[in-house]
Nanobody, 117 residues
Framework: QVQLVESGGGLVQPGGSLRLSCAAS????????MGWYRQAPGKERELVAR???????RYVDSVKGRFTISRDNAKNTLVLQMNSLKPEDTAVYYC???????????WGQGTQVTVSS
């Protein structure tokens, strides 16, 4: 069955960096557009970065210039490099298909990112 396993979160000071990884299995990763989502306390889950099968990327305005999404189709891995982190980036981060492309898989457990001094 489909598995999405996120890792790499943690506690970081404002201005710091984190690198999130998502290990995907149970589906043909290389043919799906993928995305990173986040859900902050009391807020709805939002798509913050997405990448096509060909590597074209798009970001929500709030993370443009700070976050970089990438994928390694040989390793079935999705990565989110997050730099210049802000307190408002605090959330649980998830990977999944790009919701604009195809239906979503069941969510993984996510990885907590906390930006605080």
């Amino acid at each position: 069955q489909v598995q999405l396993v996120e890792s790499g979160g943690g506690l970081v000071q404002p201005g710091g960096s984190l690198r999130l990884s998502c290990a995907a299995s149970g589906f043909i990763f290389s043919i799906d557009a993928m995305g990173w989502y986040r859900q902050a306390p009391g807020k709805e889950r939002e798509l913050v970065a997405r990448i096509t099968t060909g590597g074209i990327t798009r970001y929500v305005d709030s993370v443009k210039g700070r976050f970089t999404i990438s994928r390694d189709n040989a390793k079935n891995t999705l990565v989110l490099q997050m730099n210049s982190l802000k307190p408002e980036d605090t959330a649980v981060y998830y990977c999944n298909r790009d919701q604009n492309s195809r239906s979503l898989f069941p969510w993984g457990q996510g990885t907590q990112v906390t930006v605080s001094s």
